[in-house]
Nanobody, 114 residues
């Protein structure tokens, strides 16, 4: 069983930055890793994914503001979030896929408010 533990969420003012981390209990070397988010009353949506080779994909609403990266040696994936907007307020979930099996973290709250 893979455990994913997110950290780095919190309260930030509009225009600010946060960096989320997701640490895996197992190797992520061949995994697709990613971040999704869910705001109150809305469906979970893609934020960003990164392949084992480093190819990235972003949701339209975060392109140019968020950057996903991975450190396989640390079994960790990161999400650098810049120019945060109130619309980015949500619970952010770490995601991992290996051999078509999906794993999810418990989520970390990000609140963007003045």
């Amino acid at each position: 069983q893979v455990q994913l533990v997110e950290s780095g969420g919190g309260l930030v003012q509009p225009g600010g930055s946060l960096r989320l981390s997701c640490a895996s209990s197992r190797s992520i070397e061949i995994n697709v890793m990613g971040w999704y988010r869910q705001a109150p009353g809305k469906q979970r949506e893609l934020v960003a994914t990164i392949s084992r080779g480093g190819s990235t994909k972003y949701g339209d609403s975060v392109k140019g503001r968020f950057t996903i990266s991975r450190d396989n040696a640390q079994n960790t994936v990161y999400l650098q979030m810049n120019s945060l907007e109130p619309e980015d307020t949500a619970v952010y979930y770490c995601y991992s896929r290996k051999f078509l099996v999906d794993y999810w973290g418990q989520g970390t709250q990000v609140t963007v408010s003045s």
